[in-house]
């Protein structure tokens, strides 16, 4: 085949990298506050099923009904049961106050969220501590993300699919385009914007998943820290990468508990030796101590009366994950109302919806940059559910229209993109070279062995030596096509987030987040010394990473009440 | 080619059409030689995007075990 790619430029207003939910509502919201600008959102699968929520979500994790609870119980609740102190209460503040305006967004464009027979909205408990304020209202939401593309497309949206970015166009803390190819033609495109909002997910390729297979991992495989990337690379800052999001997942299957689906059913946690252990707050004891142990835990229904039963059956079996349950469940044989189901650590990634890595983001969905703003499981809006990519998609989409308005289209410089593109393409004319899998799996695997809490200094600075030689070796990536050469780019966007993680862990000298972050050189919580953010950045001189902390912020004139 | 893989095409509704192709979250399928869809990239995150948008209902999604050593199939 011949690789000389053909480049294809793009001009446009507001450039949206990443049609999942936040990027669709963000496209959406800038076209509400800019009837006359430009907008293109760029997606590296269809719209019509991209993104974490490819064939829907159950719930918004995160709605603070007026008259029930409130931002500020919201605030304290994520405070305590999430993030320990370690918070920019701000973000979590506006989340929670702009929450219910989004849900009846998504009820005007026929979403139908659950009510009783009064008509009032059910809200469930979202945290596992005992604090107030129940948030999690639960949705018919399959067909979500037709809804979202959609309304996308009645709105004069440009979208350009099966697009993968490469990297943000940008100088002197200021970014003004993006670069990247099609996965299907070869096409290479470079696109000037005025304004660029980030949307693409986290990195659910991170860990190995102790199945070997992978793409059976708890996150989004698609998602491969593209942005974390992309934006450190521009000069961003980004945020709590020492975080890394480890949950207890039905074993080989990577889907969450039946009881973080339905905190109310009542099922049983129990050991190996069938007895029942206490399993209440799932961010804590309980679970560091499966994690420091090797043994496996089950959930038992079979004492649940069958009302209860098909309850959790019917969450479970409509969740984003329906479709994994479903075979898991015919496939195993498996009835919950006699098997309890086997659950352990599978694998970890890097996300701000259940997590809290990210880009850092202020109340404006703006990252350090100018004219870069970010949302959804991208930005650091840590624990933010579904909920924080919608709020934060809306007002990143009003935040880059504003900033649009008064700004200039930037001149391309077209030979420094034909050298991007050549190079990245040059790796489809090696005649020898590592297969981009390859080098995956032995990066992650590398991941899941070092950077998979309890880690240690030395587990750590292991880790740095050996992404050292990743850095050498991910030079001589040799692939087949089109498909492959997008895994090659992803493989370096997993390179570096590993390198965030790893510096960022060694950097924290505490544990503060138990099954996240646990040290076991440094095992008790020091609030003393480490009350604050680990952030990081690129040095735009050097190329090397630079880590630092940062204060905690709490909300300014909370506590007058 | 017998190996039991996530996305099982029924060769004899498959009309074609591309759709899965074209949807695919991570782009795991091609259309063949004779015009059948195929899984050509063992990287199914089994969301199953393609069993709902088939319009000949050829799909079917299994759990992806064994698993395969290989991402290109063929």
């Given at each position: 085949m011949?690789k000389?790619?053909?480049?294809e430029?793009?001009?446009t ?16 919201a800038?076209?509400e506050?800019g ?6 959102i760029?997606?590296?699968a269809n ?5 974490t929520?490819a064939?829907?979500?159950?719930a918004?994790n ?5 008259g029930?609870?409130?931002p ?18 701000d973000l ?8 219910f ?7 005007g ?16 408990p ?5 604090y107030?304020?129940n ?13 979202l ?22 100088d002197n803390?200021s970014?003004?385009?993006c ?6 033609t ?7 914007a ?20 992978m793409?059976g ?7 491969t ?20 999001q ?12 039946g009881?973080?689906?339905?905190p109310?059913s009542?099922a049983?946690?129990i ?25 496996s ?16 059956e ?16 015919r ?6 109302r006699?098997?309890d ?7 970890i ?6 997590g809290?890595?990210g880009?850092?983001?202020d109340?404006?969905a ?8 970010a949302?959804?499981?991208v930005?650091?809006v840590?624990?933010q ?6 709020v ?20 391309i410089?077209q ?7 050549d190079k990245?393409f ?18 992650r695997?590398m ?17 740095l030596?050996l ?14 096509d089109?498909?492959?050469l997008g895994?090659a780019?992803e493989?370096?966007?997993i ?20 099954k996240?972050?646990?040290r ?14 680990v ?21 300014q ?5 | 080619?017998?190996e ?51 319009p ?17 199939l063929?």
């Open positions: 011949s000389k790619p053909g480049l430029m793009i001009n207003d507001i450039l949206v990298i990443g049609g999942g939910s936040a990027g669709c509502m963000a496209a959406i800038a076209r506050a009837p006359d600008l430009d907008i293109t760029l997606e590296k719209i019509r099923r991209s993104g929520l064939t829907g979500m159950d918004l995160i709605v603070a009904v007026p029930g609870s409130t500020e119980e919201y605030v304290k609740g994520v405070d305590l049961d999430h993030l320990r102190g370690v918070i920019d209460e979590h503040y506006v989340l929670a106050e702009k929450s305006a989004m849900l009846k967004r998504l009820e464009w026929g979403i139908e969220f659950e009510k009783d027979a009064t008509g009032q909205y059910v809200a469930s979202t945290f596992y501590g005992p107030p304020g948030f999690t209202i639960h949705m018919d939401g399959l067909d979500l993300k037709l809804i593309s959609r309304e996308v497309a009645k709105r004069k949206i440009t979208v350009i699919n099966h697009t993968i970015t490469t990297s943000l166009l940008s803390n970014v003004y385009g670069s990247g190819f099609n996965i299907r070869g096409k290479f495109i470079f696109c000037s005025k304004a660029v909002i980030l949307a693409t997910g986290g990195c659910g390729r991170f860990g190995m998943p102790s199945s070997g297979y793409y991992t708890f996150d989004f495989p698609g998602n820290g593209d942005g974390y990337s992309m934006a450190y690379r521009a000069g961003a800052e980004l945020r709590n990468f020492e975080y890394v480890n949950f207890v997942e039905i074993k080989k299957l990577n889907v969450p508990l009881k973080e689906y339905d109310e009542e049983k946690m050991d190996e030796r069938g007895e029942e252990i206490e399993w209440r707050d799932g961010w804590d004891a309980d679970e560091v101590k499966l994690l420091l142990s090797d043994e835990v089950y959930e038992r229904f079979s004492h649940l009366p069958e009302e209860k039963i098909q309850r959790i019917h969450i479970w079996f409509n969740s984003e994950r329906k479709h994994p349950i479903i075979s898991f469940f496939e195993r044989k498996i009835d919950i006699k098997d189901i086997e659950y352990g650590f599978e694998d990634s890097l996300c701000s919806g259940h809290s890595s880009i850092k983001v109340t404006e703006a990252t350090t940059l100018k004219g870069l703003y949302a959804g499981d930005a650091c840590p624990v559910y579904l909920t924080g990519a919608f934060y998609g809306e007002i990143a989409g009003q935040s880059a229209a504003k900033y649009a308005e008064h700004t200039a289209a930037r001149e410089d030979d420094s993109i034909q050298k991007q593109a990245i040059a790796q489809l004319d090696r005649s020898e070279g590592i297969k981009p899998n390859q080098f995956e799996l032995r990066l695997n991941i899941t062995e070092f950077l998979t809490p309890p880690r240690n200094a030395e587990k750590l600075e292991n880790a030596n992404i050292v030689e990743f850095r050498k070796d991910v030079e001589k990536l040799k692939v087949e089109l498909h492959e895994k780019v493989a370096r966007f390179l570096d987030c590993a390198e965030m993680t790893a510096r960022s862990a060694l950097k924290r000298e505490e544990t503060r987040w138990g996240s972050d646990f076991s050189d440094f095992r008790e919580r020091d609030d003393k010394n480490w009350l604050k953010f952030d990081l950045k690129m040095d735009q001189e050097t190329g090397e990473m630079r880590i630092f902390t940062s204060p905690v912020k709490r909300r004139g909370k506590g007058k009440k | 080619m017998n039991r893989l996530s996305v099982e095409i029924n060769r004899d509704s498959c009309n074609g059409c591309g759709i899965c192709v074209d949807i695919c979250p991570l782009d795991c399928l091609r259309i063949d030689e004779n015009e059948k869809a195929f899984m050509k990239y063992d990287e199914c995150w089994y969301c199953g995007s393609c069993t709902i948008e088939c000949e209902k050829a799909i079917t999604l299994r759990l992806p075990y064994p698993i395969r050593s290989q991402n290109s063929r």
